[in-house]
Nanobody, 116 residues
Framework: VQLQASGGGLVQAGGSLRISCVVSGSISISWLDSMAWYRQSPGKELELVASSIIGGSTRYADSVKGRFTISRDDAKNTVYLQMNTLKPEDTAVYYC?????????WGQGTLVTVSS
């Protein structure tokens, strides 16, 4: 399973950005137990931002609730993170993650920079 994240960039505070994670390999994202987005800012620990669990439920970090939305397109084997009302503290490298059983797979990360 390979994960390719893309869509990061520089955006002003208050703006929006959508990042994507394409899953390739001999697996459909509909078979995965969960897909998630994590982020890591310089000097900070890895943080779970949003997750999409098998069955359709989603979970968000308190810091992004109401601003970020995780979604998936099974036909494209792609997971998205729509980020609205971005804040400078959202600046981080964002990583996508896929889990199946006890295995976890990670993408290479995409940098999101929010300027004030």
């Amino acid at each position: 399973v390979q994960l390719q994240a893309s869509g990061g960039g520089l955006v002003q505070a208050g703006g929006s950005l959508r990042i994507s994670c394409v899953v390739s390999g001999s697996i459909s994202i509909s078979w995965l137990d969960s897909m998630a987005w994590y982020r890591q800012s310089p000097g900070k620990e890895l943080e779970l931002v949003a997750s999409s669990i098998i069955g359709g439920s989603t979970r968000y970090a308190d810091s992004v609730k109401g601003r970020f939305t995780i979604s998936r397109d099974d036909a494209k084997n792609t997971v998205y993170l729509q980020m609205n009302t971005l804040k400078p503290e959202d600046t981080a490298v964002y990583y996508c993650n896929a889990r199946k059983g006890g295995a976890a797979h990670w993408g290479q990360g995409t940098l999101v920079t929010v300027s004030s």
